[in-house]
């Protein structure tokens, strides 16, 4: 079976609803077995285990969340050369306009030699009832694709 990995960081509960909306979409594709763990806890085998990875943070200064940092930091090198062809897509809970953050993951996921496969989702401010079924929309449709190998 195929799997989709969503990776998230949150503290004040934003970024976590948008993850669970993401999980909740993902799982009407039983095709595929959906895993979220928050970035902290997430390992390399967690990553090297999947099929596509959706990636959900705050908007921390302008950048993603420190943790979603770390798990980079902690999977980059050991990963190098072995998820290349990756699908991933990006939600993001913005207090400003979410942008620094989706640039930089997306510079670090071109250097693992991922591919993003949707738009990323920015929550400006608030995320409204808008925002979470666009993130339902978004994990039903990753993990189709990943189940059917369209990515």
């Not at 738009?119 to 666009?134: G, H, N, Q, S, Y």
């Amino acid at each position: 079976m195929k799997r989709l990995l969503v990776v998230y960081h949150t503290q004040g509960g934003r970024t976590g609803a948008m993850a669970e909306a993401v999980l909740r979409g993902a799982r009407r594709a039983t095709e595929t077995e959906t895993v979220m763990k928050r970035a902290g806890n997430t390992t390399l085998e967690d990553l090297l285990a999947c099929h596509g990875l959706v990636v959900g943070t705050p908007e921390n200064f302008g950048y993603m969340a420190g943790m979603v940092k770390d798990f980079f930091d902690r999977t980059y090198y050991p990963a190098e050369g072995k998820t290349v062809g990756l699908p991933y897509a990006l939600f993001v809970s913005a207090g400003n306009d979410g942008t620094g953050a989706v640039r930089e993951i997306d510079r670090i996921a071109t250097g693992y030699g991922w591919k993003r496969v949707a738009e990323p989702l920015i929550a400006r401010k608030e995320v409204t009832e808008a925002d979470l079924a666009a993130c339902e929309a978004l994990g039903e449709a990753m993990a189709t694709g990943v189940a059917l190998g369209v990515f």
